[in-house]
């Protein structure tokens, strides 16, 4: 096998790695954020548990830092030369999800309040984000 096909072979694990990683930390945390939603659309939010509460933004925040770890796997990759740009806006869309998952956590506040519009707005910019890593996981996977 040349270096080229190597090279190839090593990104496309990374980029596999990734959405499986991607894909595990969102299943942990999609429960706790069922929760959260429901609260806020019921404005039950303060009628949470104290410990329950603390624990959905703990939980949060070990997802953040996950796939903060992920972005830097991604970003220490071998990238073949032809995947380079899309390399580049790959990261660029992970690190946009990446800040709407911390601004989501930033909206949730120790006393039990969630600053709804924030959190909203957070939950828009993850989902533009996701989008568009959905969008350069298939260029790149045209081009592997």
Not at 33 to 53: G, L, R
């Amino acid at each position: 096998m040349v270096k080229a096909q190597q090279k190839f072979l090593l990104y496309a694990k990374t980029i596999n790695d990734l959405v499986d990683g991607m894909t595990s930390l969102q299943e942990k945390m999609d429960p706790d954020f069922q929760t959260v939603k429901n609260a806020i659309t019921e404005d039950a939010v303060k009628e949470m548990p104290e410990d329950k509460y603390m624990k959905i933004i703990e939980n949060f925040t070990k997802g953040t830092d996950g796939y903060r770890d992920l972005l830097a796997t991604l970003q220490k990759s071998t990238v073949p030369a032809r995947l380079m740009g899309n390399h580049h806006l790959l990261m660029t869309a992970f690190r946009d999800f990446i800040a709407g998952c911390q601004a989501m956590i930033d909206s949730m506040h120790d006393d039990r309040t969630i600053d709804v519009a924030a959190f909203d707005d957070a939950e828009k910019a993850q989902d533009k984000a996701t989008d568009e890593i959905g969008k350069y996981l298939g260029r790149v996977n045209q081009l592997v």
